[in-house]
């Protein structure tokens, strides 16, 4: 079993920054494919980005492309989540999820594990 808790939310004003990060226990990091998610409000939640763990190569919503930086840092069994130039709408709750899949679904169907989530809140 897999726990993953997100960290580094918060407020923050419109063009500003936030560094999300999401540690893994529980199972071979190094072997889980991992993605962004979030959810605004009222609205349903999306995939914003992920990282495979065969290829490592970085995928993008074209929503957070050119301003959203994913990582990951297996010896610290860690992914994270640079967030530039921060806009209103990227205001929502980010989660972090993990696939055993070596592509990276957009769908949230397709991951197996699921963090509680952070909040993230840009003002305008």
């Known amino acids: 079993q897999v726990q993953l808790v997100e960290s580094g939310g918060g407020l923050v004003q419109t063009g500003g920054s936030l560094r999300l990060s999401c540690a893994a226990s529980?199972?071979?990091?190094?072997?889980?494919?991992m993605g962004w998610f979030r959810q605004p409000p009222g609205k349903e939640r999306e995939f914003a980005a992920g990282?495979?763990?065969?290829?490592?190569?970085?995928y993008y919503a074209d929503s957070v492309k050119g301003r959203f930086t994913a990582s990951r840092d297996n010896a610290k069994n860690t992914v994270y989540l640079q967030m530039n130039s921060l806009k209103p709408e990227d205001t929502a709750v980010y989660y972090c999820?993990?696939?055993?899949?070596?592509?990276?679904?957009?769908?949230?169907?397709?991951?197996?594990?699921w963090g509680q989530g952070t909040q993230v809140t840009v003002s305008s």
């Open positions: 990282i495979s763990w065969i290829t490592q190569r970085i």
């Open positions: 529980g199972g071979t990091f190094s072997t889980l494919t």
């Open positions: 999820a993990a696939a055993l899949s070596g592509l990276v679904p957009s769908s949230g169907q397709d991951y197996k594990y």
